[in-house]
């Protein structure tokens, strides 16, 4: 199987690079969807065998039958969750990453990667305005970074009681009902305890009432508190800077989940949402989200490395080559040793097109989220749930249930037309565009208003 045999391997790769040439180079991206169990069994049958299909006849069963039953997410008129738009350029460079068997968990084995995803790390550091010290790695996702940053929070706060002598062991992380559902999953993971703080009239997390919440429960049973910078259903950016302040205070850890609207970082018009992100201890933020690479993707960066590498270096004799080296091996710093250098997709689209490219298109998205906005406060059967602080907008169809919505959804998604879920909020349906796709136009989030009347 891993010999080289030229005629059939030489077939294999080609058939590969052939659709993938094809797909990344696609205009319009069909919008493709979902079908049953019973139709793919019908349509595809049995695909591991004894003896193998052969490379013609893989390939074309997932070229013709599996891949159109997956929703492409990079559709303009995928506004759903949180879509995926990267950059031609990204989505190509992970071929090259898949291609190359590099090993982006250390420095001995993957420097080049490392570098340059160090650089794309950054990038995203400074516009956060953290200090020059700053640094992390890549990671699959918003929960794994999150898990990650929060047991270097609780080893941190536990390290610190055990030098001052109190034994006290912290449980508990203070976050709102607002907060990334990771927040209380990875919680579950780490015995930990989740304790609501409520949120002002905005929906967001504030000073006030995390210091009410801390005071209530005893701030010396704490070990982190989580804000959120965009969260998922609504993209509300938490009052950083009074959160930032009690943090201080009480000598807990902030770390700001900006999985989804931490690309907001860069957008100028917005900029401001984000103060007191500079004073977070961690934070991530998702490219594969805002900032246009492919799944999956996730910048954990943390104000002192050297705490993370504490909590999180594995110790081994095999390992000893690396524990002991002082170069910066990625994978002392999050949970996980294996990993592929999944930043390198973003530095190469990075450094294709630089930076302000990056702001223009994150600010090309806000514009389309408010023209939606204004397109729904003149509607009169349509009503804002909220104005939108970033690229999400939720709002009511008056009249409509749980029914009309989903059937609503449904009649779009059959004819290929857009695809947009509802989403619930205090017992009540809505609906919701998330727009993170600089193709997605004013023209397309109109058309999809249009068929609400």
Known sequence: MHSFDKDPDHIAVEQVLRYARERLLMDPIPLDGPQTEDYLTSAAGQTITAAGLGAPRAMELFEHTLAPACLST????????????????????????????????????????????????????????????AGGVFVPGGTVGNLSALVVARDTARN???????????????????????????AAVMDAEVCGVHVDEKLR???????????????????????????????????????????????????????Y?????????????????????????DPHKWLFAPFDCCALIYRDPELARVAHTQEAGYLDVLTKATEWNPTDYSIGLTRRARGLPLWYSLAVHGTDAYVEAIEGTLDVIRHAAREIEHRPHLELVREPDLSVVVFRR?????????????RMLAAEFAFVVPTTFRGETLTRFAVVNPHTTNEDVTAILDTMS
């Open 398 to 410: 008056l009249g409509w249930g749980p029914e009309d919505y989903q059937a609503w959804t449904d």
């Open 205 to 259: 997390l504030t000073g006030p009432e995390l210091r009410r919440t801390l005071e209530e429960l005893g701030p010396e049973t704490f070990f982190a508190v989580v804000a959120t910078a965009g969260t998922t259903n609504f993209g509300v950016v938490d009052d950083l800077e009074s959160v930032a302040d009690v943090c201080e205070e009480f000598g807990l850890w902030l770390h700001v989940d900006g999985a």
């Open 160 to 186: 610190r009681a055990r030098a001052e002598g109190t034994g006290a062991r912290p449980w508990r992380i203070a976050a709102t009902d607002n907060a990334h559902s990771s927040v209380v999953s990875m």
């Open 261 to 285: 609207g931490g690309a907001g970082l860069a957008a100028p018009s917005v900029r401001h949402l984000f103060n007191g992100i500079e004073r977070a201890d961690s934070f991530i933020v």
């Open 74 to 133: 990079d559709h303009p008129r995928y506004l759903s969750f949180i879509p995926c738009a990267p950059t031609r350029e990204a989505a190509a460079f992970d071929v090259v990453v898949g291609a190359s068997s590099v090993y982006g968990g250390s420095w001995l084995e993957g420097a080049g990667a490392v570098y340059a995803e160090n650089q794309a790390l950054r990038w995203i550091s400074d516009l956060a305005g953290l200090p020059e010290e």
